[in-house]
Protein backbone atom coordinates (compact mmCIF):
# COMPACT_ATOMS: atom_id res chain seq x y z
CA UNK A 1 0.00 0.00 0.00
CA UNK A 2 1.08 3.61 -0.68
CA UNK A 3 2.99 5.52 2.01
CA UNK A 4 0.76 8.66 0.83
CA UNK A 5 -2.45 6.66 1.79
CA UNK A 6 -1.16 4.84 4.80
CA UNK A 7 -0.28 8.16 6.10
CA UNK A 8 -3.70 9.74 5.33
CA UNK A 9 -5.01 6.64 7.57
CA UNK A 10 -2.88 7.72 10.27
CA UNK A 11 -3.90 11.21 10.02
CA UNK A 12 -7.15 9.80 10.58
CA UNK A 13 -6.46 7.45 13.35
CA UNK A 14 -4.70 10.73 15.29
CA UNK A 15 -6.98 13.53 14.47
CA UNK A 16 -10.89 11.79 13.92
CA UNK A 17 -10.12 8.46 16.06
CA UNK A 18 -8.33 9.94 19.22
CA UNK A 19 -8.70 13.45 18.23
CA UNK A 20 -5.35 14.48 19.84
CA UNK A 21 -5.54 17.61 21.58
CA UNK A 22 -2.58 20.33 21.66
CA UNK A 23 -0.28 19.35 24.48
CA UNK A 24 -1.78 16.03 25.28
CA UNK A 25 0.38 13.19 25.93
CA UNK A 26 -0.50 9.71 23.54
CA UNK A 27 -0.25 5.78 24.26
CA UNK A 28 0.24 3.47 21.18
CA UNK A 29 -0.25 -0.38 21.50
CA UNK A 30 0.96 -1.96 19.11
CA UNK A 31 2.42 -5.10 17.93
CA UNK A 32 6.54 -4.89 17.14
CA UNK A 33 6.44 -6.03 13.30
CA UNK A 34 4.07 -3.04 12.43
CA UNK A 35 7.28 -0.46 13.06
CA UNK A 36 6.67 1.12 9.83
CA UNK A 37 3.28 2.15 10.29
CA UNK A 38 3.88 2.82 13.59
CA UNK A 39 6.62 5.41 12.44
CA UNK A 40 4.34 7.33 10.49
CA UNK A 41 1.14 7.17 12.59
CA UNK A 42 3.97 8.72 15.74
CA UNK A 43 4.54 11.60 12.83
CA UNK A 44 0.70 12.22 12.35
CA UNK A 45 0.40 12.14 16.27
CA UNK A 46 3.15 14.78 17.17
CA UNK A 47 1.67 17.46 13.95
CA UNK A 48 -1.74 16.49 15.87
CA UNK A 49 -0.39 18.27 18.53
CA UNK A 50 1.08 15.85 20.88
CA UNK A 51 3.25 16.28 23.19
CA UNK A 52 4.58 13.21 24.16
CA UNK A 53 3.98 9.77 22.47
CA UNK A 54 4.93 6.63 24.04
CA UNK A 55 4.89 3.39 21.92
CA UNK A 56 4.52 0.31 23.99
CA UNK A 57 5.34 -2.97 21.73
CA UNK A 58 3.97 -6.47 21.56
CA UNK A 59 4.39 -9.05 20.05
CA UNK A 60 1.98 -12.34 19.60
CA UNK A 61 4.59 -15.46 19.59
CA UNK A 62 6.01 -13.88 23.22
CA UNK A 63 2.85 -13.69 24.37
CA UNK A 64 2.37 -17.18 23.69
CA UNK A 65 5.70 -18.40 25.24
CA UNK A 66 4.90 -16.56 28.17
CA UNK A 67 1.65 -18.46 28.86
CA UNK A 68 3.42 -21.64 28.05
CA UNK A 69 6.59 -21.21 30.69
CA UNK A 70 5.08 -19.01 33.22
CA UNK A 71 3.35 -20.01 36.30
CA UNK A 72 -0.11 -18.78 37.59
CA UNK A 73 1.69 -17.15 40.17
CA UNK A 74 4.04 -15.63 37.70
CA UNK A 75 1.23 -14.23 35.49
CA UNK A 76 -0.62 -12.91 37.75
CA UNK A 77 2.03 -11.05 39.71
CA UNK A 78 1.52 -6.88 39.17
CA UNK A 79 4.58 -5.26 39.96
CA UNK A 80 4.59 -2.23 41.87
CA UNK A 81 6.14 -0.16 39.12
CA UNK A 82 2.93 -1.02 36.82
CA UNK A 83 0.48 -0.04 39.54
CA UNK A 84 2.46 3.26 39.38
CA UNK A 85 2.39 3.52 36.05
CA UNK A 86 -1.33 3.03 36.00
CA UNK A 87 -1.53 5.79 38.70
CA UNK A 88 0.07 7.86 36.26
CA UNK A 89 -2.45 7.17 33.43
CA UNK A 90 -5.13 8.40 35.56
CA UNK A 91 -3.39 11.64 36.34
CA UNK A 92 -2.64 12.41 32.92
CA UNK A 93 -5.28 10.85 30.60
CA UNK A 94 -3.05 10.29 27.87
CA UNK A 95 -5.08 9.36 24.43
CA UNK A 96 -4.76 5.85 24.07
CA UNK A 97 -4.26 4.48 20.07
CA UNK A 98 -4.79 0.41 19.91
CA UNK A 99 -3.60 -1.05 16.60
CA UNK A 100 -4.24 -4.03 16.06
CA UNK A 101 -2.72 -6.79 13.49
CA UNK A 102 -2.76 -10.40 15.50
CA UNK A 103 -3.23 -13.85 14.08
CA UNK A 104 -6.38 -14.89 15.21
CA UNK A 105 -5.02 -18.26 15.49
CA UNK A 106 -1.88 -16.61 17.08
CA UNK A 107 -2.46 -17.93 20.71
CA UNK A 108 -4.82 -21.86 19.53
CA UNK A 109 -3.89 -24.55 21.99
CA UNK A 110 -2.80 -22.39 24.97
CA UNK A 111 -3.75 -23.30 28.52
CA UNK A 112 -7.55 -21.82 28.88
CA UNK A 113 -7.25 -22.47 32.67
CA UNK A 114 -4.15 -20.60 32.63
CA UNK A 115 -4.84 -17.90 31.04
CA UNK A 116 -8.14 -17.65 32.96
CA UNK A 117 -7.07 -17.45 36.27
CA UNK A 118 -4.01 -14.55 35.46
CA UNK A 119 -6.44 -12.38 34.05
CA UNK A 120 -8.56 -12.52 37.29
CA UNK A 121 -5.93 -11.96 39.42
CA UNK A 122 -4.92 -9.24 37.69
CA UNK A 123 -7.67 -7.45 36.28
CA UNK A 124 -9.05 -7.29 40.14
CA UNK A 125 -5.88 -5.27 41.09
CA UNK A 126 -6.19 -3.13 38.00
CA UNK A 127 -9.82 -2.55 37.85
CA UNK A 128 -9.98 0.75 40.33
CA UNK A 129 -7.44 2.23 38.33
CA UNK A 130 -9.83 1.53 34.69
CA UNK A 131 -12.85 2.28 36.86
CA UNK A 132 -10.98 5.54 37.90
CA UNK A 133 -10.13 6.74 33.96
CA UNK A 134 -13.50 5.47 32.80
CA UNK A 135 -14.72 8.22 30.30
CA UNK A 136 -12.45 10.85 31.06
CA UNK A 137 -10.30 9.86 28.16
CA UNK A 138 -9.97 9.40 24.23
CA UNK A 139 -9.31 6.20 22.88
CA UNK A 140 -8.95 4.69 19.34
CA UNK A 141 -8.79 1.09 17.87
CA UNK A 142 -7.78 0.88 14.07
CA UNK A 143 -6.07 -2.20 12.45
CA UNK A 144 -3.27 -2.52 9.72
CA UNK A 145 -2.35 -6.19 8.23
CA UNK A 146 0.09 -8.58 8.99
CA UNK A 147 1.33 -11.59 7.06
CA UNK A 148 -0.61 -14.39 9.52
CA UNK A 149 -3.70 -12.18 9.60
CA UNK A 150 -3.79 -11.62 5.85
CA UNK A 151 -3.28 -15.35 4.83
CA UNK A 152 -5.76 -16.46 7.76
CA UNK A 153 -7.97 -14.20 5.54
CA UNK A 154 -7.18 -14.68 1.55
CA UNK A 155 -5.10 -18.43 1.98
CA UNK A 156 -5.04 -18.85 -1.79
CA UNK A 157 -3.05 -15.91 -2.27
CA UNK A 158 0.72 -15.61 -1.87
CA UNK A 159 1.50 -13.11 0.99
CA UNK A 160 2.53 -9.93 -0.55
CA UNK A 161 -0.76 -9.57 -2.29
CA UNK A 162 -2.67 -11.31 0.58
CA UNK A 163 -1.11 -8.26 2.80
CA UNK A 164 -1.95 -5.66 -0.11
CA UNK A 165 -5.51 -7.34 -0.64
CA UNK A 166 -6.16 -6.90 2.94
CA UNK A 167 -4.65 -3.06 3.37
CA UNK A 168 -7.45 -2.59 0.52
CA UNK A 169 -10.26 -3.88 2.54
CA UNK A 170 -9.07 -2.25 5.64
CA UNK A 171 -8.86 0.99 4.29
CA UNK A 172 -11.96 1.06 2.37
CA UNK A 173 -13.95 0.16 5.57
CA UNK A 174 -12.76 3.18 7.03
CA UNK A 175 -13.41 5.66 4.00
CA UNK A 176 -9.82 6.11 3.24
CA UNK A 177 -8.69 6.19 -0.50
CA UNK A 178 -6.37 8.20 -2.92
CA UNK A 179 -8.92 10.88 -3.68
CA UNK A 180 -11.04 11.82 -1.00
CA UNK A 181 -10.81 13.88 2.03
CA UNK A 182 -11.44 10.99 5.08
CA UNK A 183 -12.10 13.56 7.75
CA UNK A 184 -15.07 15.05 5.78
CA UNK A 185 -16.23 11.79 4.83
CA UNK A 186 -16.20 10.65 8.73
CA UNK A 187 -17.99 14.17 9.74
CA UNK A 188 -20.63 12.85 6.84
CA UNK A 189 -20.50 9.57 8.52
CA UNK A 190 -21.64 10.38 12.38
CA UNK A 191 -24.27 12.96 11.51
CA UNK A 192 -25.97 9.63 10.28
CA UNK A 193 -25.57 7.97 13.15
CA UNK A 194 -27.01 10.90 15.51
CA UNK A 195 -29.94 11.27 13.15
CA UNK A 196 -31.25 7.59 13.80
CA UNK A 197 -29.70 7.99 17.26
CA UNK A 198 -32.53 10.45 17.96
CA UNK A 199 -35.49 8.48 15.87
CA UNK A 200 -34.40 5.01 18.36
CA UNK A 201 -33.91 7.62 21.09
CA UNK A 202 -37.23 9.07 20.58
CA UNK A 203 -39.27 6.01 20.65
CA UNK A 204 -38.44 5.51 24.41
CA UNK A 205 -38.21 1.54 23.98
CA UNK A 206 -38.74 -0.63 26.63
CA UNK A 207 -37.63 -4.31 25.37
CA UNK A 208 -36.81 -5.57 21.91
CA UNK A 209 -37.45 -8.92 20.46
CA UNK A 210 -35.44 -10.51 17.79
CA UNK A 211 -36.19 -13.48 15.35
CA UNK A 212 -34.51 -15.69 12.65
CA UNK A 213 -34.80 -18.65 11.15
CA UNK A 214 -31.48 -20.08 12.03
CA UNK A 215 -33.20 -20.51 15.93
CA UNK A 216 -32.54 -16.87 17.38
CA UNK A 217 -35.57 -15.96 19.54
CA UNK A 218 -34.69 -13.64 22.35
CA UNK A 219 -36.07 -10.65 23.70
CA UNK A 220 -33.93 -8.32 26.08
CA UNK A 221 -34.93 -5.49 28.46
CA UNK A 222 -33.67 -1.68 28.18
CA UNK A 223 -32.56 0.60 30.76
CA UNK A 224 -35.03 3.64 30.56
CA UNK A 225 -32.50 6.05 31.13
CA UNK A 226 -29.92 4.64 28.59
CA UNK A 227 -29.63 6.26 25.31
CA UNK A 228 -28.78 4.43 21.53
CA UNK A 229 -25.33 5.83 20.54
CA UNK A 230 -23.30 5.04 17.66
CA UNK A 231 -20.04 6.66 15.59
CA UNK A 232 -18.22 9.11 17.92
CA UNK A 233 -18.66 10.36 21.35
CA UNK A 234 -17.46 12.24 24.29
CA UNK A 235 -14.96 12.23 26.94
CA UNK A 236 -16.48 13.94 30.69
CA UNK A 237 -14.38 16.85 29.19
CA UNK A 238 -16.58 17.60 26.28
CA UNK A 239 -13.88 16.07 23.20
CA UNK A 240 -15.30 13.97 20.83
CA UNK A 241 -13.42 10.72 19.27
CA UNK A 242 -14.47 7.91 17.29
CA UNK A 243 -13.51 4.98 19.68
CA UNK A 244 -13.62 2.44 16.39
CA UNK A 245 -12.38 2.77 13.14
CA UNK A 246 -14.57 1.14 11.45
CA UNK A 247 -17.86 1.33 12.73
CA UNK A 248 -21.58 0.62 11.53
CA UNK A 249 -23.19 0.29 15.07
CA UNK A 250 -25.72 2.00 16.67
CA UNK A 251 -25.91 0.15 20.60
CA UNK A 252 -26.77 0.81 23.54
CA UNK A 253 -26.66 -1.03 26.86
CA UNK A 254 -29.88 -3.37 27.70
CA UNK A 255 -31.00 -3.89 31.34
CA UNK A 256 -28.41 -6.84 33.62
CA UNK A 257 -29.63 -9.78 34.51
CA UNK A 258 -33.39 -9.25 32.22
CA UNK A 259 -33.56 -11.41 28.72
CA UNK A 260 -34.84 -14.47 27.86
CA UNK A 261 -34.26 -16.83 24.97
CA UNK A 262 -31.45 -17.69 22.70
CA UNK A 263 -29.23 -16.05 20.18
CA UNK A 264 -27.67 -17.91 17.14
CA UNK A 265 -23.92 -16.71 16.10
CA UNK A 266 -23.75 -16.23 12.79
CA UNK A 267 -19.89 -15.66 12.42
CA UNK A 268 -17.31 -16.98 14.16
CA UNK A 269 -15.71 -15.33 16.63
CA UNK A 270 -11.66 -14.84 17.22
CA UNK A 271 -11.46 -14.95 21.26
CA UNK A 272 -8.01 -14.61 22.31
CA UNK A 273 -6.38 -16.04 19.37
CA UNK A 274 -8.60 -18.70 19.42
CA UNK A 275 -11.98 -19.49 17.38
CA UNK A 276 -15.42 -20.27 18.73
CA UNK A 277 -17.83 -20.91 16.00
CA UNK A 278 -20.98 -22.24 15.28
CA UNK A 279 -22.45 -21.60 18.75
CA UNK A 280 -25.30 -20.51 20.52
CA UNK A 281 -26.18 -18.86 24.25
CA UNK A 282 -29.18 -19.19 25.36
CA UNK A 283 -30.47 -16.87 29.03
CA UNK A 284 -32.89 -17.32 31.53
CA UNK A 285 -33.17 -14.47 33.53
CA UNK A 286 -30.89 -12.56 31.89
CA UNK A 287 -28.07 -14.92 32.36
CA UNK A 288 -26.62 -17.50 29.95
CA UNK A 289 -27.00 -21.01 31.04
CA UNK A 290 -27.08 -22.88 28.25
CA UNK A 291 -24.50 -22.87 25.30
CA UNK A 292 -23.28 -24.68 22.50
CA UNK A 293 -20.63 -24.52 19.96
CA UNK A 294 -19.12 -26.93 16.96
CA UNK A 295 -15.47 -25.53 17.87
CA UNK A 296 -13.78 -23.86 20.60
CA UNK A 297 -16.63 -24.71 23.31
CA UNK A 298 -14.13 -24.96 25.66
CA UNK A 299 -12.95 -21.18 25.03
CA UNK A 300 -16.56 -20.39 25.06
CA UNK A 301 -17.26 -21.99 28.95
CA UNK A 302 -13.86 -20.28 29.85
CA UNK A 303 -14.94 -17.36 28.78
CA UNK A 304 -18.28 -17.23 30.59
CA UNK A 305 -16.53 -18.18 33.42
CA UNK A 306 -14.43 -15.00 33.79
CA UNK A 307 -16.73 -13.47 36.48
CA UNK A 308 -20.65 -13.12 37.60
CA UNK A 309 -21.01 -10.63 35.15
CA UNK A 310 -19.67 -12.46 32.32
CA UNK A 311 -22.85 -14.43 31.57
CA UNK A 312 -24.87 -11.22 31.41
CA UNK A 313 -25.07 -8.86 28.37
CA UNK A 314 -23.37 -5.80 28.37
CA UNK A 315 -24.61 -4.36 25.10
CA UNK A 316 -27.20 -4.68 21.87
CA UNK A 317 -26.18 -3.15 19.03
CA UNK A 318 -27.80 -2.68 15.34
CA UNK A 319 -25.96 -2.95 12.02
CA UNK A 320 -28.08 -4.27 8.73
CA UNK A 321 -27.01 -6.80 7.42
CA UNK A 322 -26.56 -4.71 3.93
CA UNK A 323 -23.61 -2.83 5.63
CA UNK A 324 -20.58 -2.03 3.91
CA UNK A 325 -18.23 -3.84 5.43
CA UNK A 326 -20.53 -7.11 4.79
CA UNK A 327 -21.27 -6.34 1.76
CA UNK A 328 -17.15 -6.87 0.83
CA UNK A 329 -17.94 -10.70 1.66
CA UNK A 330 -14.62 -11.14 3.39
CA UNK A 331 -14.88 -12.47 7.05
CA UNK A 332 -12.26 -10.93 8.92
CA UNK A 333 -11.76 -13.08 11.91
CA UNK A 334 -11.35 -9.76 14.22
CA UNK A 335 -14.47 -8.40 16.00
CA UNK A 336 -13.08 -4.85 15.00
CA UNK A 337 -14.54 -5.44 11.47
CA UNK A 338 -16.98 -8.33 11.70
CA UNK A 339 -19.15 -6.71 14.78
CA UNK A 340 -19.57 -3.73 12.37
CA UNK A 341 -21.01 -6.69 9.33
CA UNK A 342 -24.48 -7.46 11.22
CA UNK A 343 -26.27 -7.43 14.51
CA UNK A 344 -24.06 -8.52 17.75
CA UNK A 345 -24.66 -8.72 21.73
CA UNK A 346 -21.64 -8.38 23.80
CA UNK A 347 -21.58 -10.30 27.14
CA UNK A 348 -19.92 -8.90 29.88
CA UNK A 349 -19.45 -5.44 30.93
CA UNK A 350 -21.85 -2.41 29.99
CA UNK A 351 -21.17 1.51 28.62
CA UNK A 352 -21.59 3.57 32.11
CA UNK A 353 -21.91 6.86 29.69
CA UNK A 354 -24.77 5.59 28.10
CA UNK A 355 -27.20 6.44 30.97
CA UNK A 356 -28.46 10.31 30.42
CA UNK A 357 -26.76 12.43 33.37
CA UNK A 358 -24.09 9.28 34.44
CA UNK A 359 -21.76 12.04 35.05
CA UNK A 360 -23.55 13.26 37.90
CA UNK A 361 -23.65 9.77 39.34
CA UNK A 362 -21.66 6.90 41.19
CA UNK A 363 -20.38 3.99 39.61
CA UNK A 364 -22.35 1.97 41.93
CA UNK A 365 -25.53 3.83 40.84
CA UNK A 366 -24.82 2.94 37.55
CA UNK A 367 -24.91 -0.39 37.77
CA UNK A 368 -27.75 -0.52 40.22
CA UNK A 369 -29.66 0.93 37.30
CA UNK A 370 -28.68 -1.59 35.14
CA UNK A 371 -25.21 -1.43 33.33
CA UNK A 372 -23.38 -4.57 33.58
CA UNK A 373 -20.00 -4.80 35.87
CA UNK A 374 -17.65 -7.48 34.00
CA UNK A 375 -14.03 -7.96 33.37
CA UNK A 376 -14.64 -9.24 29.94
CA UNK A 377 -16.65 -7.29 26.63
CA UNK A 378 -17.02 -9.39 23.85
CA UNK A 379 -19.13 -9.15 20.79
CA UNK A 380 -20.41 -11.74 18.32
CA UNK A 381 -22.57 -11.35 15.43
CA UNK A 382 -25.70 -12.43 15.44
CA UNK A 383 -27.39 -10.35 12.54
CA UNK A 384 -28.89 -12.58 9.51
CA UNK A 385 -30.71 -11.83 5.73
CA UNK A 386 -34.30 -12.48 7.72
CA UNK A 387 -33.62 -10.41 11.34
CA UNK A 388 -36.53 -9.23 12.30
CA UNK A 389 -36.26 -7.21 15.37
CA UNK A 390 -39.10 -5.52 17.31
CA UNK A 391 -39.09 -2.58 19.56
CA UNK A 392 -42.06 -2.57 22.24
CA UNK A 393 -42.52 0.66 24.55
CA UNK A 394 -43.64 -0.01 28.07
CA UNK A 395 -47.26 0.41 26.56
CA UNK A 396 -47.55 -2.12 24.49
CA UNK A 397 -46.83 -0.67 21.14
CA UNK A 398 -45.31 -2.65 18.95
CA UNK A 399 -42.52 -0.76 16.58
CA UNK A 400 -40.82 -2.47 13.61
CA UNK A 401 -36.98 -1.89 13.98
CA UNK A 402 -35.49 -4.40 11.64
CA UNK A 403 -37.17 -6.47 9.15
CA UNK A 404 -35.17 -8.99 6.43
CA UNK A 405 -32.07 -7.93 8.23
CA UNK A 406 -31.67 -4.08 8.03
CA UNK A 407 -33.49 -0.92 9.31
CA UNK A 408 -37.16 -0.23 8.29
CA UNK A 409 -37.17 3.11 10.61
Not at 111 to 130: D, G, H
Not at 245 to 252: A, D, G, K, S, V
Not at 309 to 321: C, H, I, N, Q
Request: charge should be negative; glycine fraction near 6%; aromatic fraction near 10%.
Amino acid sequence: MKKTVQRKYARLIARVGANIQKGQDVVINAEADQHDFVTILVDECYKAGAKEVRVEWSYQALTRLHYRHQTVKTLSYVPKWFEEKQKYLCETLPCMIHILSDDPDGLAGINREKLLKSQQARYAILKPYIDQRDNKYQWTIAAVPSAAWAKKIFPGERTGRAIEKLWEAILQTVHVNEQNDPIAAWDKHNANFRERCDRLNAMHLDHVHYKSANGTDFTAWLIPQAKWEGGGEYTLSGKFFNPNLPTEEIFTSPMAGKAEGKVVATKPLSYQGQIVDGFSITFQDGVATEWQAEVGKDVLTKMLSADQGAKRLGELALVPYDSPINNQNILYYNTLFDENACCHVALGEGFTNLIEGYENKTLEELHQMGINDSMIHVDFMIGSPDLAITGYTADGKEIPIFRDGNFCI
